[in-house]
C-alpha cells in the first residue's frame, strides 16, 4: 500500500505547483498552520518573538510548495522538507533556486524513517499527511521522537463527516475498479458532470479543479476521516497533548448557535472535549481539522489559555489576521449576555478592541476603555466574555506573560 501511494505522488503532483511565492504570498495567503502569523497560538510564553523566528522547522509530507514556501516565509528559520516524492521535491527545488532560499534543505524521506536526519525541531508542519499513512500511530510517533520539549507541531487531519460526499464517491469509483490512470480520471469527470445536486453539494473542494486534485480526492488508496474524538484518541494514543484547534471557531457555538435558546444553554453546560464533539455534529461540514500538539511533558501553565480564574486579565491580547469575509469583531456581540451598563455591545467592543496593540494587557484594555458599569465586578464579568468569544471566534491570540 505504501508503495502505492509513493507511486501516486510520484505521477500525481499534489498540490498544484506555486510558480511564483512572491506572488502567492502577496495575496495574503495565510497557510494552514504556519508559525509566522500564528506563533503566539503555539507558544504563548512569547518563545518565538524572543528567538526572532530562528527556529528550526520540519515540513513532514512538504508535496510541491510547503517546504520553499516555509522558508520563503520564515526567512530566520532553517527549514528542512521530507517527502517520499522526488517529483514533487524537484519542484520545491524550482522554488528554492527562483526564490533563492538558503535556509532551505529537501530530503527524499518517508516520515516513518525521520530519525535518520538526525536533528531536532521546534515545529514540525505535517498537513493532510499522517492520514494517507499505512500507520498514522507510526507516524506521528516518529514525528515526536523529532520534537523538541517545548516543540508544536501543526497537524491537519482529514474530517470524516464534513468529507462523506468523498467517501461516498471513493467507495462508487472502487466498485468500479477504477486505477489512477488518465482514462479513470476522465471517467471521474465525466461521474461529476451527472451527479445529482445533492450530492454535488457535498463536494465543495479546490481539488476538483485539477486533475491530481481529483485523484488526492476520489482515487487516493489510503485515505482515512477522523472525528474531534478520533483526533483526540489519537493524539493521547502516541503519548501527545493537543493543545488546541487552530479553525477554533468552528468547534464552538459563538457563532453557530443563538445564543437565546435552550440548546444554547445545554451546549455551554457541557466540558470542553464534549462540546468540541457535539459543535462537530452540529456543524457537519468540517472537512479538515486542523489543530496543533505538543509533548504531554510541556508545562500546562506556559501555554494553556483559560477563563476560569482571573488569570486572563495579565493575558496580553494579539489582533489575529482575518479571514476573507470574516465580520468585524463587534459582531461578536450577539453572543454576549447584556452588558447591563445600557450602551450597546458594538462601542463596547470597539473600544475595547481598538486598544488590543501586542503590549496591553486585558487588565490595560479594561482600564485604558473605561467601560461604564455599575459595578467592578459587573463589567470585569463582561470583558473576560468579550475576550474569551473574541479568541474562540478568532480575532485573537494571547500572550501568557512569565515574569
Ligand atoms: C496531500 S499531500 C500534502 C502536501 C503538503 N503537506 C501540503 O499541505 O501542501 C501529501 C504529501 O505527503 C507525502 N507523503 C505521503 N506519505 C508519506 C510518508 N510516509 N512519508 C513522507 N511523505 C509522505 C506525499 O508524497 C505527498 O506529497
Known amino acids: 500500500m505504501a508503495d502505492v501511494v509513493a507511486a501516486q505522488y510520484e505521477k500525481w503532483i499534489y498540490p498544484q505547483p506555486i510558480m511564483d511565492l512572491a506572488e502567492y504570498c502577496g495575496k495574503g495567503m495565510t497557510d494552514g498552520v504556519a508559525p509566522h502569523y500564528l506563533h503566539p497560538l503555539f507558544w504563548p510564553d512569547g518563545e518565538y518573538e524572543r528567538r526572532e523566528g530562528r527556529i528550526n522547522i520540519l515540513v513532514a509530507g512538504c508535496g510541491a510548495n510547503a517546504a520553499a514556501r516555509y522558508a520563503y516565509q520564515h526567512p530566520n528559520a532553517q527549514v528542512t522538507g521530507i517527502d517520499l516524492s522526488e517529483a514533487s521535491l524537484n ?25 535518520s536526519l538526525g536533528r531536532e525541531f521546534d515545529f514540525i508542519d505535517s498537513v493532510g ?16 521522537t523529532v520534537l523538541k520539549p ?19 464517491l471513493q467507495e462508487f469509483f472502487h466498485r468500479l475498479y477504477l486505477q489512477q490512470t488518465e482514462g479513470d480520471v476522465a471517467v471521474v469527470k465525466e461521474t461529476l458532470t451527472q451527479l445529482p445536486k445533492a450530492q454535488l453539494d457535498r463536494l465543495r473542494f479546490t481539488e476538483l479543479t485539477y486533475d491530481a486534485g481529483l485523484v488526492d480526492l476520489f482515487l487516493h488508496p489510503i485515505d482515512r476521516g477522523y472525528t474531534v474524538e478520533s483526533c483526540l484518541n489519537y493524539v493521547e494514543s502516541c503519548g501527545m ?5 487552530i479553525e477554533s471557531r468552528l468547534y464552538y457555538p459563538e457563532g453557530q448557535v443563538q445564543p437565546d435558546t435552550v440548546l444554547w444553554k445545554m451546549l455551554n453546560l457541557l466540558p470542553e472535549p ?12 468540517i472537512s479538515k481539522h486542523l489543530f496543533y500538539v505538543c509533548h504531554q511533558e510541556r508545562p500546562v501553565h506556559s501555554y494553556r489559555i483559560q477563563f476560569e480564574d482571573e488569570q486572563f486579565l495579565g493575558y496580553i491580547p494579539r489582533r489575529r489576521v482575518l479571514r476573507a469575509n470574516q465580520p468585524e469583531p ?11 451598563t445600557g450602551s450597546d455591545h458594538a462601542s463596547l467592543i470597539n473600544r475595547l478592541f481598538s486598544l ?4 496591553n494587557t486585558v487588565r490595560d484594555c479594561l482600564e485604558k476603555a473605561a467601560l461604564p458599569s455599575s459595578s467592578p465586578e459587573q463589567i470585569t464579568k463582561y470583558v473576560r466574555q468579550v475576550f474569551q468569544t473574541l479568541w474562540r471566534m478568532e480575532y485573537v491570540m494571547f500572550n501568557i506573560p512569565t515574569a
Open 91 to 115: 519542484h520545491e527545488r524550482y522554488l528554492q533556486e527562483k526564490h533563492q532560499l538558503g535556509n532551505l534543505s529537501l530530503h527524499q524521506l518517508r516520515i516513518e524513517e525521520v530519525a
Open 129 to 144: 499527511v499522517l492520514h494517507h499513512l499505512p500507520n498514522p500511530e507510526e507516524g506521528l510517533r516518529q514525528l515526536k
Open 150 to 168: 517545548n516543540g508544536v507541531m501543526g497537524l491537519m487531519l482529514y474530517g470524516l463527516y464534513g468529507r462523506v460526499g468523498v467517501y461516498m
Open 241 to 245: 497533548t493537543l493543545q488546541g484547534w
Open 274 to 285: 464534549e462540546r468540541w464533539k457535539a459543535m462537530e455534529l452540529f456543524n457537519g461540514g
Open 330 to 340: 463587534a459582531s461578536i456581540g450577539n453572543w454576549l449576555d447584556a452588558p447591563a
Open 356 to 359: 488590543i496593540d501586542g503590549q
